[in-house]
């Protein structure tokens, strides 16, 4: 009876949830590490008592609330048990992606640029994966690559945007629906509903329309 009722109970949860339209964040972390294998990991979040942005000890910290502090990067994972302890005890956590390996890399660049980088990429008819955006920066996922490949990559180029950022092994981004310091992560543009492991583009391909899009259109993409 007790099974039952512990049933009933989530399941009626869950259909609030649903009917309210606010997707739980350990519903996406869960999806991102079993269903994508996306290592992921509970970020520091914002301070609780309200002083920053950010509840890491660095006052001037510049992705609040959006960075692994304790446990570190290297903890990402896709078990699902403890994905769903570290969620089940830090429910507001951030969802932080382990950039790289067997996970999705990322280019990121200013908000402002983004936009117009993107319109200007759909008009030429690219074809791109997910797209995450904050209110500062907007992060395209990309196909894993290597510091090698990068280094290639940027070597063959005669100007690239300082404000682009490269988000390879060892790094990581916010995903959505996390809410940070600096404001909530969304999809700008969303994977597939129901589908497996979301598709992403090619590195090269995405920094070649990026940077000549940018420089089309006059965008500098300043330094932010």
């Known amino acids: ?7 009933r109970r989530r399941l009626l949860s869950r259909l609030s949830r649903r009917r309210n339209g606010r ?6 972390a ?4 079993t269903r994508w294998r996306w290592p992921v ?6 301070d609780p008592e309200g002083r920053s942005r950010c509840a890491c000890p660095d006052p001037e910290c510049t992705v609040p609330g959006a960075h692994p502090f304790d446990p570190g990067l290297l903890a990402a994972t896709t078990d699902e048990r403890m994905v769903r302890w570290w969620w089940t005890n830090r429910p507001a956590a951030p969802i932080i992606l382990a950039t790289g390996g067997t996970a999705p890399c990322a280019v990121s660049l200013p908000a402002p640029a983004a936009a117009r980088a993107l319109a200007a990429l759909d008009r030429e008819g ?9 209110d ?3 992060s395209i996922l990309v196909r894993p690559y290597s510091m090698e490949q990068l280094g290639e990559l940027l070597y063959a180029k005669d100007f690239v945007p300082g404000s682009l950022r490269f988000h390879g092994e060892g790094g990581y981004i916010a995903l959505p629906p996390s809410g940070t310091g600096g404001g909530p992560v969304r999809w ?4 597939l509903p129901g589908s497996a492991t979301p598709w992403v583009p090619d590195v090269e391909a995405v920094v070649d329309a990026v940077v000549d899009a940018l420089t089309r259109t006059g965008v500098s993409a300043p330094e932010l």
């Open 188 to 191: 700008e543009r969303a994977p």
């Open 41 to 46: 990991l509970p970020g520091v979040a914002a």
């Open 1 to 7: 009876m007790r099974e039952i009722l512990g049933r």
């Open 23 to 28: 997707p739980e964040v350990i519903d996406a």
């Open 136 to 138: 500062t920066r907007w």
């Open 126 to 134: 690219l074809r791109l994966g997910p797209v995450i955006a904050s």
């Open 30 to 33: 869960l999806t991102f590490a």
